[in-house]
């Protein structure tokens, strides 16, 4: 890897603005999911380095929510332009531990540098409010603070955006930060820490450590310094982080699983749900969580959409993420893998048609076919289970209401798409939908500007938007009396 700035590869922890190695000396191994060759190493945190990182942020605290929100947000500022200046170093980074084509990972460092600059604003925007007395005497108002110290943990699909979606507005509001990003992919998440130190971001204000998720995780939940935890992950693992909030009652936000429909209606432009379809499905190796998993088409244009997506889906070219021209690349892991074709094999044994793809791909290793499969129902587990891989399982149905009926029927919420024109079918559909997102005629929903979240077991909360920055708030009341 021939980063232009070499000293963005940091294999230490980022705490309290220092960088450190485990207490133990301990260390874990990163590998590149394309090649399966080690990166570098990380430190194995645990306890001990976690508490340390939670103090540090306590003790940087005061002085900065003292800041005035144009302080903070001029700090933040220089962050993202950090990020924008060395997004090339970033996304060889990303590419190189997490996968995905350079192209796309350009794309995330953007995505991600987008929620820092939209925070570094909102700082500013932290209004309260003043409400009419209930006594002659009274003057009442509403001010917001800052929760305090805050936890996160994020996962390594998209490595620079969980973590900015989460330490931009908290720094924003004046919270300080301790991230844990996943294993998988430490190095994007530590050169991002090196870019806040370089930005004039204070010591123990935003701090980064790797090590033993489950210890690491246990310090956050139940250490009552820390006010706040925010999650990107795995519904089980989100549950099992709330559980672990109850006693000290923290604050949560949770962005979990997804089983996101996609429908087409007969009145779609199918050129258009094909091209969306491409993007809600395949992106990332189809490792996102407001990925399409289940693709519901009417039957006057299912057999016209088959045929249109398995040959948009056979010009994907599959490969090494940092070679020119590819679209796809490798699956995170062996696992991830595992449950693609276990998907894809169960589908098949109750009836399904492979169209496109279907197997492991002739690279090997990490890699799959890009696949399209017809003649699925809802007796097959990609209806039920997300998928998080290159699989598209096309459902056919006939009637407006049995499809809502079957996309919601599911115990996620996070996103939902569907392409149709009939207007009065489009505000019916896109009321009727149980999710925090939809998409209507369009694959691609996601901006720093809107809300993202979930409902039902997809999780508690939004990111990003105005709405964004009151999960780092406290409101508090005031009643004076005159
Ligand atoms: P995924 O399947 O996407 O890896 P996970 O929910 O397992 O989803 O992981 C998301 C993040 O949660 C990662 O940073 C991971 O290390 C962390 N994590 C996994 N298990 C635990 C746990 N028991 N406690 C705290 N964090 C955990």
Redesign the pocket.
């Known amino acids: 890897m021939q980063l232009n700035d070499p000293s963005l590869l940091r294999q230490q922890s980022f705490i309290n603005g220092q960088w450190c190695d485990a207490v133990s000396g301990d260390t874990l191994k990163v590998v590149n999911p394309a090649t399966n060759a080690v990166i570098g190493y990380v430190p194995n945190m645990g306890q001990v380095e976690t508490e340390m990182a939670i103090k540090a942020a306590e003790a940087a605290l005061p002085a900065w929510r003292a800041f005035t929100a144009k302080e903070r947000g001029a700090k933040l500022r220089r962050w993202f332009e950090l990020l924008n200046e060395n997004s090339d170093d970033l996304a060889l980074l990303m590419t190189t531990e997490q996968g995905k084509p350079l192209a796309e990972a350009k794309g995330e460092v953007t995505y991600a540098a987008s929620f820092i600059e939209w925070f570094a604003e909102e700082a500013k925007r932290i209004y309260g409010d003043t409400i009419p007395g209930h006594q002659v005497d009274k003057r009442l108002m509403v001010i917001k603070q800052p929760v305090g110290v805050t936890a996160a943990?994020?996962?390594?699909?998209f490595p620079a955006a969980m973590i900015t979606r989460k330490a931009a507005p908290a720094l924003a509001a004046g919270c300080t930060m301790v991230v844990?990003?996943?294993?998988?992919t430490p190095f994007t998440a530590l050169a991002m820490a090196e870019l806040a130190k370089r930005a004039g971001i204070p010591a123990g204000v935003f701090s980064v450590l790797t090590g033993d998720?489950?210890q690491?995780?246990?310090e956050?939940?139940s250490n009552p310094i820390v006010r706040k935890l925010s999650?990107?992950?795995?519904t089980?693992?989100?549950i099992?982080?709330m559980a672990?909030c109850a006693p000290t009652l923290k604050k949560l936000s949770l962005e979990l699983g997804g089983n996101a429909p996609f429908i087409v209606f007969n009145d779609a432009n199918i050129d258009a749900a094909v091209e969306g379809a491409m993007i809600a499905k395949y992106r990332n190796a189809g490792q996102t969580c407001v990925c399409a998993n289940r693709i519901y088409v009417q039957d006057g244009v299912y057999d016209e959409f088959a045929l249109k997506l398995s040959t948009a889906v056979g010009k994907l070219k599959v490969g090494e993420g940092i070679k020119e021209g590819i679209t796809t690349g490798p699956l995170?892991n062996a696992a991830a893998v595992e449950k693609v074709q276990s998907h894809l094999i169960d589908a098949i044994a109750k009836g399904a048609s492979v169209v496109a793809g279907g197997k492991v791909h002739d690279l090997g290793g990490n890699f799959f076919e890009p696949t399209v499969l017809t003649n699925v129902d809802k007796s097959m587990r990609v209806a039920r289970e997300e998928t998080?891989g290159p699989l598209a399982p096309l459902f056919k149905f006939s009637d407006v209401d049995d499809v809502i009926k079957q996309a919601n029927d599911t115990e996620f919420g996070l996103a939902a798409y569907f392409y149709g024109r009939d207007i009065s079918l489009v505000w019916k559909v896109a009321e009727a939908l149980e999710y925090g997102m939809v998409g209507v005629n369009t694959g691609l929903i996601s901006t720093e500007v809107a809300p993202f979240g979930g409902m039902k077991s997809s999780g508690l909360g939004r990111e990003g938007s105005k709405f964004g920055i009151e999960e780092y708030l406290e409101m508090k009341y005031i009643c004076m009396s005159v």
């Not at 999650?231 to 795995?234: D, K, Q, V």
């Open positions: 943990i994020t996962p390594w699909n844990k990003p996943a294993h998988q998720a489950v690491i995780g246990n956050m939940c999650f990107t992950g795995s089980n693992i989100g099992k982080l672990q995170i998080f």
